[in-house]
């Protein structure tokens, strides 16, 4: 039933810092919930913290255990700026609805920044500053129109001819777009968190446990579980992230891989700021650097999923990853540390699908992220709960199933 993939391969640069460990229990017994949340990725424990603060009866469950899946792929730079420029993004589905799901993103990584303060998690958040490079996709005057769109939407937006971002960054461009209030911090550190707190809230979490069929009545979902013991639930939320069950309908993604280096901490040859560095470029490098100065450059996305030849590139990607980083950056040192590659879903729209799964009510998915991952699994830990709780996010239309 579940679409099985291999989310990474290679050493991820955070296995050098310890994330907490998160307890969990093996499945021997049939179980019943309020909300069955399968997956302990940062999705699924976002949903599961915001589950349990609504005082909400939750149950995880991961086929791997917290952490496994492609959460420790992630470069963690997140931002507001969804992949799909806002001028482009405006030309597909509407400059209404386009400001909105940029606004609406913006708000999530802000709220992200809250929520991770309110709760006292520490998983070395910086706010730290954008910039959006002139590239293949967007050139000089293509960026000035998009910051111009975005200042439209109400988000700040500054263009940095070659000179300004030269002298202030020392990056040698045709231009930039500077944004603020993006943030930085270590996704493992933060999914333990927030698993943790959920289970300070009698959250229950079972691991290894694959959930192998669904069934639904009108007021109920039963998931039966490999190894035997079923658990009965009001609502059931898919958080598998790239791995889909067949219930949900898989045209509204593709899957593309994605590889990424770090190198050794080198704090004092960072350039101005650590800002965050990416390209308007298909595929695009993007670049940050980590609390203690290492650098982490990732990209040559590819379109296809097949693991093996995912895996036998990571060699060749990251000697090229490492060359376009130094032609960035001619002072830093570049040699990788740690290499990696992971697999990722995307939507032609850049915007995820979250919400209720076509005809099936009580099963909620969150799906399609894009580059975005961390900030839309925040939105989407502020849409379902809501839904669970019969109330209507005023976003959630833009980002439903059946947009």
Known sequence: MPRKL?????RPVWSAYRAPAVPTSALTRD????????????????????LTARGHDVICIDRRGPLKGSTAATTALVQ????????????????????????RSRLAVSNLAARIAELGINCGLSRTQSLYLAGTVLGPSELREEAEARRQAGIAATYLTAGQLAERYGVNRDGAILSHGNIALDPRKLTAGLLLKALERKARLYAPVEAVGIAETADEVVVTTKDGPSITARHVVLATGYELLDIVPAAAQRIISTWAIAT??????????????????????????????????????????????????????????AEKLGRLFPSLDISPEFAWTGSFGTTTTGLPYVGAVPRHPRIL????YGGNGITFSQL????????????????ADLFSFTR
């Open 31 to 50: 179980a019943r919930t309020d909300v069955l949340v399968i997956g302990m990725g940062i999705s699924g424990a976002m949903m599961a913290e915001a």
């Open 80 to 103: 507001f700026e969804i992949d799909q420029p806002l001028s482009m993004l405006s030309k597909r589905i509407g400059k209404g609805k386009a400001q909105q799901a940029w606004r």
């Open 6 to 10: 291999d989310l990474r391969t290679g």
């Open 380 to 395: 989407a830990s502020e849409i379902v709960p809501a839904a669970i709780d019969g109330h209507h996010d005023m976003d």
């Open 365 to 368: 998915a969150v799906m399609g």
């Open 264 to 321: 050794a901490p080198q704090p004092r040859k960072l350039w101005p700021e650590k800002a965050f560095l990416w390209e308007a470029s298909a595929p695009y490098l993007y670049v940050r650097a980590t609390a203690d100065g290492r650098v982490i450059c990732g990209g040559e996305d590819e379109d296809f999923s097949d693991e093996t030849r995912r895996d036998e590139l990571i060699a060749a990607k990251s000697a090229r990853i």
